[in-house]
T-cell receptor
Framework: EAGVAQSPRYKIIEKRQSVAFWCNPISGHATLYWYQQILGQGPKLLIQ????????DSQLPKDRFSAERLKGVDSTLKIQPAKLEDSAVYLC????????????FGQGTRLTVV | ELKVEQNPLFLSMQEGKNYTIYCNYSTTSDRLYWYRQDPGKSLESLFV?????AVKQEGRLMASLDTKARLSTLHITAAVHDLSATYFCAVDGGGGADGLTFGKGTHLIIQP
């Protein structure tokens, strides 16, 4: 079974530029999550989708971050404009359903903002 | 706000020894997860604990959950170098929003 796919693996941008990350979840997984992991910390949930609807985006900085999941499969996370403090690994995860189901993580995209 | 605290945050131990990592969380939840992360890698699921009193074991690792005390433990038996990694516990928000809240992680170094 293929895992959660993310691209790109690495990205370096200057502050105030924009950047987008892509995620393809495990086939058949209805729930998709984006997490931000700053170096030395645990991942922090940014947004959760159930199919193509948003379940929780309470921790998403909506002035600069946006995410969509068209057709309930792939998802993109965008940052515009980027700040230095956005340097982190952005992890995508998916699970089969909402309740009592295990989330599987992708390899992540390491973003460096200079 | 759900908070998850792990201790210790750093642990250096020798091969063959036993040790326990503790995870406390601040609100009622019946679901707790343990993940392993190697440097530069993503998160690997180790255990999913779904009810009070749940105990799961895989090799030298054993995890347990006490929902009344809001406490989970990850016990390492006769540690080996290959278990060196960062271990995270995480709790979900419950209801329809089950995104995970993670602890800060326990950075474990096992010396030969």
């Amino acid at each position: 079974e293929a895992g959660v796919a993310q691209s790109p693996r690495y990205k370096i941008i200057e502050k105030r530029q924009s950047v987008a990350f892509w995620c393809n979840p495990i086939s058949g997984h209805a729930t998709l999550y984006w997490y931000q992991q700053i170096l030395g910390q645990g991942p922090k949930l940014l947004i959760q989708f159930q199919n193509n609807g948003v379940v929780d985006d309470s921790q998403l900085p909506k002035d600069r971050f946006s995410a969509e999941r068209l057709k309930g499969v792939d998802s993109t996370l965008k940052i515009q404009p980027a700040k230095l403090e956005d340097s982190a690994v952005y992890l995508c995860a998916s699970s089969f359903g909402v309740m009592n189901t295990e989330a599987f993580f992708g390899q992540g995209t390491r973003l460096t903002v200079v | 706000e759900l908070k998850v605290e792990q201790n210790p945050l750093f642990l250096s131990m020798q091969e063959g020894k036993n040790y326990t990592i503790y995870c406390n969380y601040s609100t009622t939840s019946d679901r707790l997860y343990w993940y392993r992360q190697d440097p530069g890698k993503s998160l690997e699921s180790l255990f999913v604990l779904l009810s009070n009193g749940a105990v799961k074991q895989e090799g030298r690792l054993m995890a347990s959950l006490d929902t009344k005390a809001r406490l989970s433990t990850l016990h390492i038996t006769a540690a080996v170098h290959d278990l060196s990694a960062t271990y995270f516990c995480a709790v979900d928000g419950g209801g329809g929003a089950d995104g995970l809240t993670f602890g800060k992680g326990t950075h474990l170094i096992i010396q030969p």
